[in-house]
């Protein structure tokens, strides 16, 4: 938790624009059960780059709960708040039970983005505190489904995962931008792709390091727990199936890792393709200070 901190304290040095959070439960290997906490935290130790969620699961909260937690981190750190909001369920059957999900839950999504946009800008049925005179901006994580409920709300969207490997992913784009209604909150659509990015000195150096977050994304597909990430020297060290093997391979290889040289190539390929006008970056490895030196080479690649 602590290393979140500096790390964000670190992004904000480098001038990235934002540094978001994510919300999963009940997983050993993600600190970020509660961005509202986590976000309190980012905010008391920076002073200029925007914190946010990325996001926050609205699925599992009420609306004006949502509300008035972020309208007191605006309250708080004032023109710096951004709310991400995504519908994910939780990962397993136990965490779904103890979020009391439901097991065929209706799709009350758009509803609730309307609700809760209706108590930001104070417009509820009830009023949330507290009151602020500035807009929380609003960002939907969305799959193709979320695209056009973005659309249809007139709210930025953020993409990522299978989505931009997806041959339906310029149809969904055209949707979302065809059908795009104006809104206070963006007068016309707003891309930003999700991206995994590690830099470092070499190709396979970089590879390298995606290889800790790769092996417990396939290690959770086995026992339905995302487990801490490891060293790479003890992962290659361990027995790997094949399934195993697919998997690690797979995830590195969408991964974008690299030399800056290549970097910068995979990600004017990608905002070229998509009409992105930000990236959205997740960087995970268990060298914090391999970590900290791709974070800051990005920062040269994308500013320059």
Known sequence: MRHTVERAMAAERSRYRRF?????????????????????????RTSTIRIGSGGVMLPHHQPLVV???????????????DLGLGRSPAFTAPVRRAMRQEEDPPDRFADDLTELRDYLDGTGAVTAHPVSDRTVPMFVLATGQGLAVAARLGLPAVLGGPLLESPDLAAALAG????????????????????????????????????PEAWAMARSRVTGEFPPLEPVAAIVDRPWTDQTRRRVEATVR?????????VRRRVEELTERTGAGELLV???????????????????????
Do not use: C, K, N
Request: glycine share 6%; hydrophobic share 45%; charged share 20%.
């Open 254 to 262: 969408h991964a974008v890792a690299g030399t800056p040289r290549t």
């Open 282 to 304: 997740t960087t995970s490895t268990y060298d914090r200070a391999a970590l900290a030196a791709s974070d800051t080479a990005l920062a040269r690649i994308i500013g320059g």
């Open 176 to 211: 979302y931008r065809r059908d795009f209604r104006p809104s206070p909150r963006a007068q016309r659509p707003v891309v930003t792709i999700a991206l995994d990015i590690t830099v470092a000195d070499t190709d396979e150096q970089a590879r390298a390091l995606v290889l």
């Open 67 to 81: 509300a008035e937690q972020f309208l007191m981190l605006e309250a708080l750190f004032p023109g710096r708040v």
């Open 20 to 44: 978001w959070v994510a919300e999963h439960h009940a997983v050993p290997g993600i600190a970020s059960g509660s961005p509202p906490v986590l976000l309190a935290a980012l905010g008391a």
